[in-house]
C-alpha cells in the first residue's frame, strides 16, 4: 500500500509541473508600452529569464529602444522595437539586417551605389505586414554590441517572436500572424505588395525632387528648409529614405532631409 501511495503521489507531481510549464511557454499579450520585466517578455529556448534583460538597450543610435540582437554567424543583426517605426509603409515592429540576405522572390535586389554606403538587404514585420527593405544605415542595429541569440532559441516581446535556427532568423507577429524569414539562401514574406523603386533625389532642391518623387507615385515629407540656409546658401537635399533604389509600396512616404549647401549645416 505504501509502495502505491508513493506512485500516485509521483504521478500528480509531473501533472502538476507539465501545467506550470504550459504556462510558462504561453505566449505574452501585447504590451501598451515597453516591457520592463521578465514576466512581460521573455527567452525561450537555450535561453534562461534571467539572461532575457541583456538584450535590451535603452535607446540605439537612432533613438529606437527595444531588444537587439544578432545571429550566431554574426551575419544578422535584429531588433524587437518598444514602439514601431513608422517611417516605411507597414509599421515595424521587428526587422533584420545583414549584407548577403537573399532578395525575396518578386523583388528586386538592392541596388549597389558608387558614392557611399551600398544599401543592405533587411525585412520588417509589424502587426499589418511584411516588407523587404534596403537600408544604408544600421538602423536595426543596437548601440552596444548585441548579444548572440542561439541557435534553437526564441526572443518575445512586444507581441513579436524571433526564432534562431541554423537555416534562419524569422519573426512573426503573435496575433496578425505576419512574419518573415530571412537567410543568405531564401528572404520570405507573409505579405506582398506591388512596389516601386524609389528615385535618387540627393543634391536636389526640395521642390524639384518633390515633383520627381510625385510623379513615381510616392507621398513626400521633408525636414527642413526648402529655400535658403541661414548663410543665404540654396537647401538641398541631403538624405532619403527610403534609399534610392529601394523597391517600396506605391503612396509610400519618401523622407528627405535638407541641407545648405556649402555650409553643410541643416537648413
Known sequence: MRSLLSVLAAVVAVGVLSGCSTAENAAPPRQATAPTSTQQARATGDLNLAEYERYRQSANNYGKSGLFFQSPSGMFHCAIFDQPMTNYEVPIQAACMGREAATPQGEDAC??????????????????????????EPVFYGKQDALVLPYGSTLIGNG???????????CSDNFSGEYFSI??????LSSSRATTAVPSVLGERPGTARNTLTAAGFQVKIVGGENRGKNGGQCMVATQQPAAG??????????LETEEIGAAAPC
Open 246 to 255: 529601394t523597391n517600396a509600396p506605391a503612396n509610400s512616404v519618401v523622407t
Open 111 to 136: 541596388a549597389k551605389r558608387e558614392v557611399g554606403n551600398s544599401p543592405i538587404p533587411a525585412a520588417g514585420v509589424g502587426a499589418s505586414g511584411s516588407l523587404f527593405l534596403c537600408v544604408t
Open 160 to 170: 513579436i517572436s524571433c526564432a534562431s535556427s541554423e537555416t534562419d532568423i524569422s
Open 183 to 188: 537567410s543568405r539562401e531564401s528572404t520570405e
